[in-house]
């Protein structure tokens, strides 16, 4: 299969296209982007978000309450300006950032090359409008499963026009294609034209981007495969069983465990009153809710389904299992220590850890997502040292899979751009 | 009616209301077996709330996957009581683990001889394996699924030979005298696993020699019969006809003579053969249940689902009620056009994943 093009010159849409010829005249906006203000980009954005609820785009997509909070501009702009050191000018113009002799200047890197994954399709547009509004221009190499969400809301974009910004001159510096993996030749393209790479993906994946060929000057950014898990504390335990269940099974049921913020296992610091098997029932009873009445769970695959089975069975003997017939959710107690195996498909662990600073010792560069329920005094004083070797977010429990800056440890934003500095 | 007495009826000769009536007395006093004696199986029950005392529908027990017997050892019975340990081929590196006490395995081998029959007829045959003897050599009792399988054809045999060398390739000379040795009259049977069969012919498609050696053989009444390793085939997108006439035309056996043969080491003894028709035969010794993939509820009459497989027969472990990996469909009930009765099932494909691996692969924690 040539590679195709799902979005960007509407041309070629859906056609068979030469990659160097699209990757040339992306290159050729990028004065075009350039010359637009970060204040009339977070306009424009601010007006998309405004069309997406207005129009009602936003009840084609899943997830949508995260893209409307992430891009709106009070979000976007903070957001930005924390990165950027304080202020979203920079993008524009040389700043002064408080430093004694210089002016700073944040500068596009160029094209910004994403291979996406399949699995939370509209990550996909977190990570490409990340690059637009750093005045980049981007080419997208979209999964194969899973894409159409991501056009549909591209498309969008050109339908919003500001005093100052024309969305359809915006869509013109994106493009997404369709390659085959077996593509070795057009993959190389991709990368070596790369002035960011940015992968998301598996293990695999992830191995095979990084073995393209890439310029010296090229910047990686890998967003690899992550565990995240869930920690409750016997302070909330004791006054809020039944929010924190119901916030955890909401984190569980979106994106079916598949993102790698979704939590597989929750550790309960028990109280006298509430044991984490009882945690465990309140959990049952809430993903039987989410998936009834909010996120009714979508199909699974056969191998899936057996997977869940045997885990099932293999817990009944050795823990204790609370489900329905179906595989629609599956809650496992257990006081085998560490973290479980990451199966997915709303297969959650629930175990019982007295002392939460043996956390520290599950915690690696792989995990990622640490939700809690504690108290404000548990979070300042054990979050530190539970996060030092491992973990880059530790968001309320409820919020887990909630995009944010930063990601994965990094300020996108910030890695998407050269600093350039000038004598005052 | 006791399972002994079940085991001497003809396997396909009750209707499936009949056999049912038949069968469930007999699950139910060994689910009551297991429960009592298994300590793993009582605690699957009790997960699902099942109530093993109870007048339960057979198709309302809980089941076992294929997958448990790879992490655990489940056993009903004293383990002094265990003559024979089988282990399942295993794509994973752990092979499932099934215990058989003399009961078990006795009542195994007459289901599987009793099956045998009824689809190759109550001759003993010549036995050519498409194995080497190495294969059924067992110095500690316990046996891989090939030489399992091996040896239950033994009981059926008239005489046996292999004709593969220790490395698995064509003892040629070894054929040629066998083959002088056997007459127009002897009755034959080929046997060998799918995948070893296909890799040998494989090689010999445009080589004529092996086909002008079987050609010399003079029996007039020959089967072929091969089992397992559809998923390698699979992998390779061989289908079961593409196999049937590969060998068929090779050996000199008619496409509806080659026999492909389902079972588990899980439930050895009850076994699932081709008809003339192209399906397979559920027998009064088992039941078979396809499960919707999402609801694991019974599917419909022609729906594809996973296959559990239910016998009285396992004793020495909780092997009554098992969840197989394959995906299957009923295609119909004593209504076959091969006139046995029972349910009658294709078996479609080896459960595959399809979900996209992405950022939260979470790999091995």
Same mark, same amino acid.
């Given at each position: 299969?040539?590679?195709?093009?799902?979005f960007?010159?509407?041309?070629?849409?859906?056609? $068979? !296209?030469?990659?160097?010829?699209?990757?040339? @005249? %992306?290159? &050729?906006?990028?004065?075009?982007? =350039?010359?637009?203000?970060?204040?009339?980009?977070?306009?424009?954005f601010?007006?998309v978000v405004r069309y997406w609820q207005e129009s009602k785009a936003l009840d084609k997509v899943f997830f949508s309450k995260n893209l409307v909070d992430f891009f709106k501009?009070?979000n976007l702009?903070?957001s930005?300006?924390?990165?950027?050191?304080? $202020? !979203?000018?920079?993008?524009?113009?040389?700043? @002064? %950032?408080? &430093?004694?002799?210089?002016?700073? =200047?944040?500068?596009?890197?160029?094209?910004?090359?994403q291979?996406l994954a399949g699995n939370v399709p509209i990550l996909g547009l977190f990570s490409i409008l990340t690059?637009?509004i750093?005045?980049?221009?981007?080419?997208a190499?979209a999964s194969?499963k899973g894409y159409h969400d991501l056009i549909f809301m591209l498309e969008t974009l050109?339908?919003?026009?500001?005093?100052?910004?024309?969305?359809?001159?915006?869509?013109?510096?994106?493009?997404v294609?369709?390659?085959?993996?077996?593509?070795?030749?057009?993959?190389?393209?991709?990368?070596?034209?790369?002035?960011?790479?940015v992968?998301w993906g598996?293990?695999?994946?992830?191995?095979?981007?990084?073995?393209?060929?890439?310029?010296?000057?090229?910047?990686?950014?890998?967003f690899?495969?992550k565990?995240s898990?869930a920690?409750?504390?016997?302070?909330?335990?004791?006054?809020?069983?039944?929010?924190?269940?119901r916030s955890l099974a909401v984190d569980v049921s979106v994106f079916d465990q598949y993102a790698c913020s979704s939590p597989h296992?929750?550790?309960?610091?028990?109280?006298?009153?509430?044991?984490?098997?009882?945690?465990?029932?309140?959990?049952?009873?809430q993903l039987?809710f989410v998936n009834s009445r909010l996120l009714p769970k979508g199909r699974v695959?056969?191998?899936?389904?057996?997977?869940?089975?045997?885990?099932?069975?293999?817990?009944?003997?050795?823990?204790?299992?609370?489900?329905?017939?179906?595989?629609d959710w599956?809650?496992?107690?257990?006081?085998?220590?560490?973290?479980?195996?990451?199966?997915s498909s709303r297969?959650v662990?629930?175990?019982?850890?007295?002392?939460?600073?043996?956390?520290?010792?599950?915690?690696?560069?792989?995990?990622q997502t640490?939700g809690?329920?504690?108290?404000?005094?548990?979070?300042?004083?054990?979050?530190?040292?539970?996060?030092?070797?491992?973990?880059?977010r530790?968001p309320d429990i409820g919020y887990m899979t909630f995009y944010e800056s930063p990601w994965d440890?990094?300020?996108v934003?910030?890695?998407?751009?050269?600093?350039?500095?000038?004598?005052? | 009616?006791?399972?002994?007495?079940?085991?001497?009826?003809?396997?396909?000769?009750?209707?499936?209301?009949?056999?049912?009536?038949?069968?469930?007395?007999?699950?139910?006093?060994?689910?009551?077996?297991?429960?009592?004696?298994?300590?793993?199986?009582?605690?699957?029950?009790?997960?699902?709330?099942?109530?093993?005392?109870?007048?339960?529908?057979?198709?309302?027990?809980?089941?076992?996957?294929?997958?448990?017997?790879?992490?655990?050892?489940?056993?009903?019975?004293?383990?002094?009581?265990?003559?024979?340990?089988?282990?399942?081929?295993?794509?994973?590196?752990?092979?499932?683990?099934?215990?058989?006490?003399?009961?078990?395995?006795?009542?195994?081998?007459?289901?599987?001889?009793?099956?045998?029959?009824?689809?190759?007829?109550?001759?003993?045959?010549?036995?050519?394996?498409?194995?080497?003897?190495?294969?059924?050599?067992?110095?500690?009792?316990?046996?891989?699924?090939?030489?399992?399988?091996?040896?239950?054809?033994?009981?059926?045999?008239?005489?046996?030979?292999?004709?593969?060398?220790?490395?698995?390739?064509?003892?040629?000379?070894?054929?040629?005298?066998?083959?002088?040795?056997?007459?127009?009259?002897?009755?034959?049977?080929?046997?060998?696993?799918?995948?070893?069969?296909?890799?040998?012919?494989?090689?010999?498609?445009?080589?004529?020699?092996?086909?002008?050696?079987?050609?010399?053989?003079?029996?007039?009444?020959?089967?072929?019969?091969?089992?397992?390793?559809?998923?390698?085939?699979?992998?390779?997108?061989?289908?079961?006809?593409?196999?049937?006439?590969?060998?068929?035309?090779?050996?000199?056996?008619?496409?509806?003579?080659?026999?492909?043969?389902?079972?588990?080491?899980?439930?050895?003894?009850?076994?699932?053969?081709?008809?003339?028709?192209?399906?397979?035969?559920?027998?009064?010794?088992?039941?078979?249940?396809?499960?919707?993939?999402?609801?694991?509820?019974?599917?419909?009459?022609?729906?594809?689902?996973?296959?559990?497989?239910?016998?009285?027969?396992?004793?020495?472990?909780?092997?009554?009620?098992?969840?197989?990996?394959?995906?299957?469909?009923?295609?119909?009930?004593?209504?076959?056009?091969?006139?046995?009765?029972?349910?009658?099932?294709?078996?479609?494909?080896?459960?595959?994943?399809?979900e996209v691996r992405g950022c939260g692969d979470?790999?091995?924690?």
């Amino acid at each position: 299969m040539k590679p195709k093009l799902l979005f960007g010159d509407r041309r070629y849409i859906g056609q $068979d !296209v030469n990659l160097e010829q699209i990757i040339s @005249d %992306l290159k &050729e906006k990028r004065n075009f982007i =350039h010359s637009i203000s970060v204040n009339d980009l977070l306009d424009y954005f601010d007006n998309v978000v405004r069309y997406w609820q207005e129009s009602k785009a936003l009840d084609k997509v899943f997830f949508s309450k995260n893209l409307v909070d992430f891009f709106k501009r009070s979000n976007l702009e903070s957001s930005l300006k924390l990165a950027l050191r304080g $202020d !979203v000018r920079v993008l524009d113009t040389f700043c @002064d %950032l408080g &430093e004694s002799k210089f002016l700073y =200047h944040a500068q596009p890197r160029g094209l910004i090359v994403q291979w996406l994954a399949g699995n939370v399709p509209i990550l996909g547009l977190f990570s490409i409008l990340t690059s637009t509004i750093t005045k980049n221009v981007c080419i997208a190499k979209a999964s194969s499963k899973g894409y159409h969400d991501l056009i549909f809301m591209l498309e969008t974009l050109s339908r919003v026009k500001t005093k100052k910004v024309d969305g359809s001159k915006i869509s013109e510096t994106i493009a997404v294609v369709l390659i085959d993996n077996s593509d070795r030749e057009s993959h190389e393209i991709l990368s070596k034209n790369a002035d960011v790479r940015v992968a998301w993906g598996g293990e695999e994946a992830i191995k095979i981007i990084e073995g393209l060929p890439k310029t010296s000057y090229c910047e990686d950014i890998i967003f690899g495969p992550k565990y995240s898990y869930a920690a409750v504390d016997n302070e909330i335990l004791s006054v809020g069983l039944t929010s924190i269940a119901r916030s955890l099974a909401v984190d569980v049921s979106v994106f079916d465990q598949y993102a790698c913020s979704s939590p597989h296992t929750v550790f309960v610091q028990e109280t006298k009153k509430v044991s984490a098997i009882q945690f465990a029932k309140e959990l049952a009873k809430q993903l039987e809710f989410v998936n009834s009445r909010l996120l009714p769970k979508g199909r699974v695959d056969p191998a899936k389904a057996y997977e869940i089975i045997s885990l099932r069975n293999e817990y009944a003997i050795s823990g204790q299992v609370l489900c329905p017939r179906s595989t629609d959710w599956t809650v496992i107690y257990t006081k085998d220590k560490g973290l479980a195996h990451g199966s997915s498909s709303r297969v959650v662990v629930v175990k019982p850890l007295n002392d939460l600073t043996k956390l520290r010792q599950f915690n690696d560069r792989q995990k990622q997502t640490l939700g809690v329920a504690m108290s404000k005094k548990n979070k300042l004083s054990l979050l530190d040292e539970i996060t030092l070797y491992g973990i880059d977010r530790c968001p309320d429990i409820g919020y887990m899979t909630f995009y944010e800056s930063p990601w994965d440890g990094m300020f996108v934003f910030d890695r998407l751009v050269r600093w350039i500095t000038m004598h005052k | 009616m006791t399972l002994s007495e079940v085991l001497k009826l003809e396997p396909f000769s009750l209707s499936d209301s009949a056999k049912e009536k038949l069968l469930t007395p007999l699950v139910h006093e060994m689910a009551r077996w297991h429960y009592k004696n298994s300590f793993e199986f009582k605690r699957i029950c009790k997960t699902y709330e099942f109530n093993v005392h109870s007048n339960f529908l057979i198709s309302n027990l809980p089941f076992l996957p294929v997958s448990l017997f790879k992490k655990f050892d489940l056993l009903s019975v004293p383990k002094k009581d265990i003559i024979r340990t089988l282990f399942s081929s295993s794509t994973s590196g752990h092979p499932s683990k099934i215990y058989l006490d003399r009961t078990t395995s006795n009542n195994q081998i007459v289901a599987l001889q009793r099956i045998l029959m009824n689809f190759f007829g109550n001759v003993r045959r010549h036995f050519i394996i498409f194995d080497s003897e190495e294969t059924v050599k067992s110095a500690d009792g316990t046996l891989t699924s090939r030489n399992t399988a091996i040896r239950g054809l033994l009981g059926l045999a008239k005489k046996i030979d292999f004709i593969l060398d220790k490395d698995l390739n064509f003892d040629f000379q070894k054929i040629e005298k066998i083959f002088s040795g056997i007459k127009k009259n002897d009755y034959v049977c080929f046997f060998g696993f799918t995948w070893l069969v296909y890799n040998l012919f494989r090689d010999y498609q445009r080589d004529e020699s092996l086909r002008v050696l079987f050609r010399k053989l003079k029996s007039s009444d020959k089967f072929f019969l091969h089992i397992g390793g559809w998923k390698k085939l699979q992998d390779l997108e061989i289908s079961g006809d593409q196999f049937n006439k590969m060998i068929g035309g090779v050996v000199g056996v008619p496409t509806s003579r080659v026999v492909d043969f389902y079972g588990m080491t899980e439930q050895l003894g009850t076994v699932y053969l081709d008809c003339r028709e192209g399906f397979k035969h559920v027998p009064i010794y088992s039941d078979l249940i396809i499960r919707d993939m999402e609801s694991t509820l019974p599917s419909s009459l022609g729906e594809t689902g996973l296959m559990q497989f239910i016998s009285p027969i396992p004793k020495s472990y909780p092997g009554i009620s098992i969840l197989s990996e394959d995906i299957g469909r009923i295609i119909g009930v004593d209504n076959c056009g091969c006139k046995r009765l029972g349910k009658y099932f294709v078996f479609e494909k080896r459960a595959d994943f399809a979900e996209v691996r992405g950022c939260g692969d979470t790999i091995k924690i």
